[in-house]
């Protein structure tokens, strides 16, 4: 069990990795977490960029912490690849005294992982590509006749299967169960089969905005949040709401040889704690997992606007979200990467 020592003990090390994933998320974890964590502990922060799957944690550069998406975390603990935590050991109570197993939401704390905030993967359009009708639900990403251009996708088994099914009526408390069939799967990928021609793949969640802002395509899949920090800085981008799928992010601890824990262990209580999750949320718009977190986000450093507004957990967002079934995910990753390359085959078959 990863296990907390004294606070006042000397960190077992001067330096940590954490692996993340870049872009305007990192620069609010350095803003709000990593630098504030510095000054306060004299434990320098390296990054090391990630763009997601378990790999990183059998090559030869593992890092000392890595924030993982959920599905990734249930399966690198299913394999013994990250270690097994006793929460009680580490984690700081609320401002107000409360037991951190009831500050959490459910489920958040994982045994081989914390789930520390929530994002959103949705689509987004560039304003100036529609001068009259506009996109507003997930299937206009679809309808190539209403609104002509290139779409940019992650090229990934993820969020697209769902939304292939979303536009074919599906009602989102069946989309798992049905892409669990074989049937569901060929719909899915008949649906995408619409769209083929119409298709950029990105894989660095740094691209989207990218490719937006550069009108390589009118519509990317992407994130919320990074899509909300190219709207602060003035680019032309709207987000569309309808069909977000809501996922969680984990802080996990790789198995490693001769390996102690007081520097990751003081890492894992700082950037939980309810005033530190909250400071995040304030620089980006990704929904922290403890209730009294949620309730001290406050207004945005530079613009002064309404975080709690901008989350998307907000209620506003919530009409047709769908959120992301973990468990589900780690358990078909075979099956979702054989449909998928396949069909990625096939379109490069009939290219040639």
Avoid at 71 to 81: H, I, K, P, V, Y
Avoid at 84 to 89: E, G, N, T
Avoid at 147 to 162: D, M, N
Avoid at 299 to 318: F, Y
């Amino acid at each position: 069990m990863l296990c907390l020592g004294p606070l006042s003990a000397l960190a077992d090390q001067q330096t940590l990795t954490i692996a993340t994933w870049g872009g305007s998320y990192q620069s609010a974890q350095q803003k709000a977490l990593f630098s504030p964590f510095e000054a306060a502990t004299g434990i320098q922060i390296n990054t090391q960029f990630y763009t997601g799957e378990i790999a990183i944690l059998k090559g030869d550069l593992v890092p000392d912490i890595i924030d993982m998406t959920m599905d990734d975390a249930l399966l690198a603990c299913e394999q013994n690849l990250v270690q097994r935590i006793k929460w009680s050991k580490i984690l700081a109570p609320s401002p107000d005294g409360l037991e951190p197993e009831k500050d959490f939401i459910a489920g958040a704390l994982m045994p081989c992982g914390v789930a520390h905030l929530n994002y959103s993967t949705l689509i987004a359009y560039d304003d100036r590509a529609f001068t009259g009708e506009k996109p507003q639900r997930i299937a206009d990403f679809f309808d190539v006749k209403r609104f002509p251009g290139k779409r940019a996708l992650r090229k990934q088994p993820s969020a697209i299967l769902e939304w292939a099914l979303m536009t074919e009526g599906v009602p989102i408390n069946q989309i798992y169960d049905l892409l669990s069939t074989d049937r569901g799967m060929r719909l899915a990928l008949r649906r995408l089969d619409s769209i083929r021609d119409h298709i950029v793949w990105w894989d660095d969640p740094r691209e989207p905005e990218a490719l937006l802002k550069s009108r390589q395509v009118v519509m990317s899949s992407g994130f919320n949040g990074r899509f909300f920090d190219a709207q602060t800085r003035g680019d032309t981008i709207t987000m569309i709401w309808d069909g977000q799928i809501i996922d969680w992010d984990v802080w996990v601890v790789p198995l490693k040889p001769d390996q102690t824990n007081v520097a990751t262990n003081k890492f894992l209580r700082y950037v939980t704690q309810a005033e530190n999750m909250a400071h995040l949320a304030e620089h980006i718009p990704y929904g922290p997992s403890r209730l009294s977190a949620l309730i001290r986000i406050g207004l945005h450093p530079q613009h002064k606007i309404s975080m709690r507004d901008h989350l998307p957990t907000a209620p506003h967002h919530l009409d047709r979200a769908l959120f992301r079934d973990a468990k589900w995910y780690a358990r078909t990753l075979a099956l979702r990467k054989n449909r998928f390359w396949g069909w990625i085959n096939s379109l490069q078959v009939g290219e040639n």
